[in-house]
């Protein structure tokens, strides 16, 4: 069985990275469709190594002839048109922050919480997560099923590839510019980003913290436990792609390193590389084009019995974005039945 796939945003970061996952996964394509805003119709765009797609107006596009709408094209753009091709019978998975906290719009990770998707029939619209929470359940979500967590404290590494091409280009300029003393202003971010970091990733709220440092308490919440308490700092990184997490963890009962080292070496989705004593450990420039989430540096926390930190890495436009899309729509049809409409 085949489904027809359409892909929206697909000239975007995430977008292109979609098209990759399907060809990577050998996910059962019939036809897909490239679309996005008008302005880019003409364009085309890759998919696998021979084959390119014409990309196609969003606004005139009939979801009716697709099974699956992958969508990463900005909160407002899903707003308008994921609940017409929900509508349409397009089962929406949707990347952008939008649905996310919508009470009756499964928030999901399908190697933490696959059981959401059980009523996804009810919208046709499910969402994706957070990069930056991705990447952070699937490493506690084997610990919380050992020794329920309390708290977790996390300060965030993000590449600018979080904050798409735009971001990624200014980067480049600034660093070549930076090499011959020239100064450029930035305007993607609030600061020079070459050489430097900044504590401030979306916009700030009443409180002081960021959105995206709201989105990962609240997320990790809705998809892991209510009851976890939350703290997070996200800081933009001079990295092109890769994010990187140093978190803490308090849990109700003792854990020791020994004990999240065996139960994460056997956790679906990641990969344990610890080992202080031969410099074992994951940076996100090695996460780059790898489907896991790495998990380094697993020791006590000196202040806190209960308590352990460690050092959490993965690839945030693929397991941060793309790939876990391609999961979720995976899931619908090896667990839910999602049937394709030609099928049908």
Same mark, same amino acid.
């Given at each position: ?19 990759? +996952? ?27 190594? +021979? ?117 990624? &280009? ?35 709220? &009443? ?123 995976? +899931? ?13």
């Amino acid at each position: 069985m085949s489904y027809n796939i359409a892909v929206v945003g697909a000239t975007g970061n995430v977008g292109r990275e979609m098209l990759e +996952t399907l060809i990577m996964r050998d996910f059962p394509v019939g036809k897909v469709y490239a679309l996005a805003s008008e302005r880019s119709v003409g364009k085309k765009v890759s998919f696998g190594d +021979t084959k390119t797609l014409p990309v196609e107006n969003l606004a005139t596009f009939d979801f009716s002839k697709v099974d699956i709408g992958l969508f990463s094209p900005g909160a407002s753009v899903s707003k308008e048109y994921a609940p017409k091709a929900a509508a349409a019978g397009c089962v929406v998975i949707d990347n952008t922050s939008y649905f996310r906290m919508q009470e009756n719009i499964p928030l999901v990770v399908p190697e933490v919480n696959p059981e959401a998707l059980k009523n996804f029939a009810k919208t046709n619209i499910i969402a994706n997560p957070n990069c930056s929470t991705i990447q952070m359940v699937v490493a506690l979500k084997p610990l919380h099923d050992a020794a329920k967590i309390k708290r977790v404290v996390v300060s965030t590494y993000q590449s600018v590839s979080g904050a798409g091409k735009d971001a990624m &280009d200014e980067l480049y300029d600034q660093t070549k510019r930076l090499y011959v003393h020239e100064k450029m202003e930035p305007t993607k971010f609030t600061r020079q980003i070459a050489f430097n970091v900044i504590p401030h990733i979306d916009v700030f709220m &009443d409180g002081g913290d960021t959105k995206e440092e709201w989105k990962m308490r609240v997320e990790t919440q809705k998809i892991l436990d209510p009851n976890i308490a939350v703290s997070a700092t996200c800081v933009r990184v001079p990295v092109f792609i890769g994010h990187a997490e140093s978190v803490n963890v308090e849990f109700e009962t003792p854990l020791s390193p020994d004990q999240a080292r065996e139960i994460l070496q056997e956790a679906p989705g990641i990969i344990l590389n610890d080992s202080p004593d031969d410099l074992r450990y994951t940076t996100p420039l090695e996460s780059v084009g790898e489907e896991a989430v790495y998990v380094s540096r697993i020791r006590k926390d000196p202040s806190n019995p209960n308590a352990l930190n460690m050092w959490i890495v993965a690839d945030n436009l693929l397991k941060g974005a793309a790939l876990n899309a391609v999961q979720i729509a995976e +899931t619908l049809i090896s667990q839910y039945g999602l049937k394709a409409k030609a099928a049908a």
